[in-house]
Nanobody, 113 residues
Framework: QVQLVESGGGLVLPGGSLRLSCAAS????????MEWYRQRPGKEREKVAY????????NHAGSVNGRFTATRDNNRNLVFLQMNNLQHDDAGVYYC??????WGQGTQVTVSS
């Protein structure tokens, strides 16, 4: 069955960077677009990035555009979210989403000085 496992979250200073990874299994990853969502405290869940199956096209929410970049390595069944210039408002749990609305368990991002 579809399994998505996120990693790479942690504590970072404002202005810092993190790279999240999503290890995918149980489906042919090349055939599916993938997405990243986040859940911030007190706010609605928000889609932050979309990347198509080949990785040739990605788009990002306006709130993260220019700071976050989704990429993927289909040979290793991995999807990434590079996050730069992180701010307090970016703190939350980040999720990888795959086919049939499958979700990973999430990885926590904390931005604090």
């Amino acid at each position: 069955q579809v399994q998505l496992v996120e990693s790479g979250g942690g504590l970072v200073l404002p202005g810092g960077s993190l790279r999240l990874s999503c290890a995918a299994s149980g489906f042919p990853i090349t055939d599916y677009a993938m997405e990243w969502y986040r859940q911030r405290p007190g706010k609605e869940r928000e889609k932050v990035a979309y990347i198509n199956g080949s990785g040739g096209y990605a788009n990002h929410a306006g709130s993260v555009n220019g700071r976050f970049t989704a990429t993927r390595d289909n040979n290793r069944n991995l999807v990434f979210l590079q996050m730069n210039n992180l701010q307090h408002d970016d703190a939350g749990v980040y999720y990888c989403v795959g086919p049939d609305a499958s979700w990973g368990q999430g990885t926590q991002v904390t931005v604090s000085s």
